[in-house]
């Protein structure tokens, strides 16, 4: 058998104008929140990626930043607001979170239904 080089970034523009036609005929277009706590510099890099990613597709991402003394309460009340809201299809928590934050808690109060990442011990099994 013989080695066969794919082009990932062909493969990528591909999927991406595949779902951005599939996503052209829904009648509402998906929304994905993410939470984005503290200032880490790499985390934001890959919110503004994730942003740019749904907005090329058709997906509208609603980012929640927080500073990073946000209280946790204040994350899980957050959580629960956008697991009950119809509008909202997925949710994505951006890790890490500040240090006084159970993120194991955190993760575990996204719905199953709406978890992105899969990382609720539901969808990891």
């Given at each position: ?31 994905l929140a993410v939470i ?72 575990q109060a996204v719905s ?14």
């Amino acid at each position: 058998m013989t080695a066969k080089i794919i082009n990932g970034t062909e493969i990528a523009k591909h999927i991406r104008h595949s779902l951005n036609e599939k996503i052209s005929l829904l009648k509402t277009p998906p929304v994905l929140a993410v939470i984005l706590a503290g200032s880490d510099p790499a985390s934001e890099i890959y919110v503004k990626n994730k942003e740019k990613a749904c907005h090329e597709v058709g997906i509208t991402a609603r980012t929640h930043k927080f500073s990073a003394n946000v209280s946790e309460k204040e994350l899980l009340d957050l959580l629960n607001d956008l697991n009950r809201a119809p509008d909202i299809n997925g949710i994505l928590v951006q890790l890490p979170l500040p240090a006084h934050i159970n993120s194991e808690k955190i993760l575990q109060a996204v719905s199953p239904a709406k978890d992105v990442d899969g990382f609720h011990p539901l969808n990891t099994g």
